[in-house]
């Protein structure tokens, strides 16, 4: 659908009745602030910007503008799968780094137990020889 200048002004002619005031609603409430007024001129150039269509040059402009960005899009596409997998590559050694971590330390933690388990069994001899000799020392 294009607007003329005569089609703009017959849809501003029909919005509604209570759309008539926001102008001076805003104006109003932007008194003595220079960002809400700059807001609203934006927001109203926007509002301006979205009832004229696009002109051709714009079309064909947005359309050049598309065919340029295609290989960059899948060059992009590219580097991002490329990225994935030589991070999913580092993810993998890491995670091998870990498990050979955790097996190394499971490996001295069992060593360190057998270690301490046996001290444990010569300490408990000891002290039963030790019981031992004394009771027998006790009965004479």
């Known amino acids: ?3 003329t200048p005569a089609t703009l002004r017959e849809d501003i002619d029909h919005t509604p009745a209570g759309l008539g005031g926001v102008p001076q609603q805003a104006a ?3 008194q003595g602030n220079p960002l809400a007024a700059g807001l609203i001129a934006f927001g109203a150039g926007l509002l301006t910007a979205s009832l004229v269509p696009a002109s051709d040059k714009e079309k064909h402009a947005a359309a050049a503008l598309q065919d340029k960005a295609g290989p960059l899009k899948a ?3 590219g580097a991002a799968r490329e990225l994935a997998q030589d991070m999913k590559a580092s993810a993998q050694d890491a995670v091998q780094s870990v498990k050979d971590t955790a097996a190394d330390a499971a490996g001295h933690v069992q060593q ?5 388990a046996a001290e444990v ?3 408990a001899q000891d002290a039963k020889a030790h019981v ?3 009771s027998a020392g006790t009965r004479t």
């Open 28 to 30: 109003a409430k932007a």
């Open 75 to 77: 060059e992009a596409a």
């Open 1 to 3: 659908m294009t607007h």
């Open 132 to 134: 031992q000799d004394a």
């Open 121 to 123: 069994r010569d300490r």
């Open 112 to 116: 360190e137990g057998s270690v301490a």
